[in-house]
Every structure is written in C-alpha cells, then in structure tokens.
C-alpha cells in the first residue's frame, strides 16, 4: 500500500522509490542519487565483490539528509545484488530502537507472520533460524547506537558464504565499532557544486532565463552541497512564479550569516518551505508529527485522520479522498513528504524469474498484490493460455519499466489493472494485448505515458486513470482520438478528477 514519509522532523531524505532515489533507484527519489553513483559503485564493491567469505558488516556512514537511506535503498532493489543472495531483509532502527520491534519487522521483511506479542528471545530465534546456512543481505537504516546492534547481531550467524548486513548511521562512532572494518565502510560525501545544481534544477523542472538561474545558484550556494537541503529548497521554488516571488525567498533565505552550519541552514530551508504552504497545508503537514519518527504513513490512514480532524473538507466537484490525495499530491511536489511503495510489512518481495507455471495453464484470474518484479519475471504469466483478468496492485517493477518482448503477449488477457506503482517506463504494442477491453491505472503517479500502440487494440472500450500524470492522461486522449478515428466510437476515456467520460 501506499506509505508517506515526513521529512520536517529529523531531516532525513529516504528516496523513490525512488521505491524511489533512486533510480537509478527506482521511484523512490531518484533524483537524489544525483552525483551519488560513485558511491554506489564503492559499497555495491563491498557488498557482492569483495573476496571475503565470513559475514561482513558494511556501514554506510554521514549526517542527515545526505542521503544514505537512498543509497542504502537502491542498493538493496539492484538485480546484480538482489541475484548474489539467498535471501534479503529491510529494517529501521531509529533513534530510539525497540528490540523486540526491530526483530518483529525482520521476520515480517523475511516473509514470517510475525506476532508482536511473542517474546524477544522467541523473535531473536525464529530470525536465526530464518537466516542459517542462506547467504543473506540485512539493511539495518538509521542506527543511532552500539545498543541497537547488540539487540540483534546474534540472529546473524557468520555461516562463511559472504553474508552482508550494511548499515546507515549519523555516527562515526557507531560505524567504527560495529563495521567489519575500513575495507567495509563508506563515508558519504556532500554534492560538488555542479552535482547541486543539477539536482536544483532537475527537481525544480524549470529554466526561466539568466536572472532566474542567478538566484538559484545563491540558493543552491546556500545548501553546502546536502541533498536535502537542495531537494527541499527546490519543491519551494518549484511553486514560485515570477522573479519577485523568487527574489523575495531568496532574500529570507540570503540573510543568514555565511558562518551558519549545513543544519542551521537546512533548518531555514524547511521553515521557509513551510512558510510558503497554503494555510490548510500547513495544518495537514503539522499532523505528521503525531507520527513516531521514521513510521512509514499509510494513505488511507493519514486520508481518514485529515477527514476526521476537520483539515480536509469537501467541495460540490471533489470529494473527502479527492481533496487529500491533492494535498499529498502537493505536499509530494514541495518534496516535504516522500511517497514509498512497501509492504516496513516489510519490504516488496521478489516473484522468483522461472518459467515453473505449468500448473496454472487454467488460471482465469489472477492477482498480485505488494510484490516486486526483478526484470521481465511478470512477462511469464503470458504464458497463461487462458489468463483474462489480471490485477498488478501496489505492486513495484525494479527499475521502474515493464517491457515486453515480441514474443511475450497476453493473449486472451480482457481486463488489466495497475494500482499504486512505481512504474515510469511501459514499453508494449497491440500485438501483446490483442484482447484487451479495459485498462484501468490507480495512482501510477510516475508512468509518463501509455503505449501508444494501444490505439490499435480492436476490442479496447475504456482507459481509466485515477491520480496519473497529466501527460499519461494526454496519451489516453490520443488513443482515444485514433480509436475513434478508425471507427471504434465507444472507447472512452475515464479521469480521476470529476470522473466524467470523456468524448473528444
């Protein structure tokens, strides 16, 4: 399901993603691995070719908001990576780590039904066990402490097959005591100046003239090369029009001493950024902090608190759950929150890439759901003879694209359903859904555009986008426009803001 992530409290970028980062790490926040794949080089080195054997503890180590979860974050979705192990988890210490917690996410990341009730020597257990004789991949992010270590480093047993567990901490200290040693430690570097103002000008998507750029090098100056800071500064211009509008921010923000610290000046940032929000935003921002630092927010959860408290309210053309999601749509474009496709239950797991499907050669329906795909492994459900229904929901594509091969075609397929993915890039044509009579895609906020070749699909009768990009809309459009023109009348197109049918 969907999940948000607030970044007013402690700082921290995650992705994006970029899942996610990334992209690059996939959707999760790709854009602030920018300058960044040096590093990624260096510790994936550590982590699948390095020569050790014994269990190695990597650490990812630098201040908040420079970017290590990101990093951490694509690492753990690479193929090459994801290929070398056996099996792989994901868990969140936090600063102020519960034990019994962190190893109740484990075993849930693992795949276990865990219960939250159980005792921790229990949990401690059931991860060990889970573990042994695999050669397995653990990221611990946001470690704070020695302590929050040693209340699980006794399920990683070192079985000599070169199992990793890579860290992420603020503290060097921290790093240093419970890294492998210096061969297993990556210290993060601050962007160089054309690396900042890539980032600047990629999240700001705009090029406005010589003026325009002259201030947003001030700013990006002013950011000392962290990502966070430049991300945030960025989603704040984004929604700034004129050159007053910008010279007015940027005299706030300029007015500081040139001596304020990289925090002092991220903090300035982000109030600024709060400063310039709608009023109603404001409220609906300042109710994150209820949440536990690092809690991953479910979208339907934070929609009906909104609701509830009275921060959101309805109008004639828009309902309760329209009207929040646009604020998490906004809230999203000043990248004050990140959006992440997880299960924490954990993170996405993988569907194996084999062709053992046999058994499902009658399969009429058929419905994934919080899952991640490793390169083409959903092109073998194509396999399917008789397949017609098929539902891909909250579902991640490492790497962000689906592609399908000539020969990789869902023949008999009537009904395909994408809902809350990361999905950015769909290469396909007619000839893969000959058969296809409803498309329907549910909050797929980064696929930039359908294929275009689906204006040949003969039976096609609707496309329904809820919560897509506008040029994504715009391709429906089009495939409407030439399905109509060779005679098909009755396709239509269905959109999320009034849900009216569209007849151009």
Excluded at 82 to 91: E, G, S, T
Excluded at 287 to 309: Q, T
């Amino acid at each position: 399901m969907q999940q948000l992530e607030g970044l007013g409290r402690n700082w921290k970028a995650s992705a994006a993603h970029h899942q996610h980062a990334s992209h690059s790490q996939p959707h999760q926040g790709s854009s602030i691995m920018v300058g960044k794949n040096n590093e990624f080089q260096i510790v994936k080195a550590m982590l699948i070719q390095h020569s050790s054997r014994q269990r190695e503890i990597v650490s990812i180590q630098g201040m908040g908001g420079i970017g290590k979860t990101t990093l951490a974050r694509r690492l753990y979705e690479d193929p090459s990576v994801a290929y070398r192990f056996d099996i792989r988890a994901w868990v969140v210490a936090s600063q102020y780590h519960n034990k019994l917690q962190m190893l109740t996410d484990l075993l849930k990341s693992l795949g276990c039904v865990g219960n939250g009730t159980q005792e921790y020597q229990l949990a401690q257990q059931q991860v060990y066990q889970k573990l042994m004789q695999q050669r397995y991949f653990v990221v611990i992010d946001n470690i704070w402490s020695v302590e929050a270590w040693d209340s699980v480093k006794a399920c990683f047993s070192d079985n000599g097959n070169g199992s990793r567990v890579l860290l992420t901490t603020r503290s060097a200290d921290v790093a240093t005591i419970i890294g492998s040693n210096n061969d297993f430690s990556h210290q993060m570097q601050l962007l160089e100046e054309d690396e900042s103002w890539n980032l600047f000008r990629e999240k700001t998507s705009k090029f406005m003239g010589f003026e325009f750029n002259m201030i947003g090098r001030q700013i990006v100056e002013k950011c000392k090369g962290l990502p966070l800071a430049i991300v945030v500064a960025a989603g704040l211009f984004s929604k700034l029009h004129t050159l007053d509008e910008w010279k007015n921010v940027a005299e706030v923000l300029n007015s500081s001493a040139s001596t304020t610290t990289i925090d002092e000046e991220c903090s300035r940032i982000l109030s600024s950024s709060y400063n310039h929000l709608p009023h109603n935003l404001k409220a609906c921002f300042l109710y994150l902090s209820v949440f536990p630092e690092d809690e991953e927010i479910h979208v339907k959860e934070i929609v009906k608190l909104w609701v509830a408290e009275g921060l959101v309210k309805a109008s004639e053309d828009m309902s309760f759950d329209v009207v929040a999601k646009r604020y998490i749509q906004e809230l999203k474009d000043r990248n004050l929150i990140l959006s992440l496709f997880l299960l924490c239950y954990g993170r996405p797991v993988l569907i194996p890439n084999n062709n053992c499907i046999d058994n499902l050669r009658n399969l009429m329906k058929l419905s994934f759901c919080c899952v991640s795909f490793e390169g083409k492994t959903i092109n073998n459900f194509s396999k399917l003879p008789k397949l017609e229904v098929l539902r891909l929901m909250e579902c991640k594509w490492i790497g962000g694209e689906w592609e399908l091969l000539e020969t990789e075609s869902f023949d008999q397929l009537i009904y395909l359903k994408i809902s809350v993915s990361n999905l950015e890039r769909w290469e396909a044509s007619a000839c893969h859904f000959p058969n296809l009579e409803r498309l329907v895609l549910d909050w797929c906020e980064e696929l930039e555009t359908i294929p275009a070749e689906f204006a040949e699909i003969p039976n096609l009768k609707s496309i329904e986008l809820y919560g897509c990009l506008h040029s994504a809309v715009e391709s429906a459009k089009e495939i409407q426009r030439e399905q109509h023109e060779q005679g098909n009348d009755n396709m239509v197109v269905i959109e999320e803001d009034t849900k009216e049918i569209c007849f151009s």
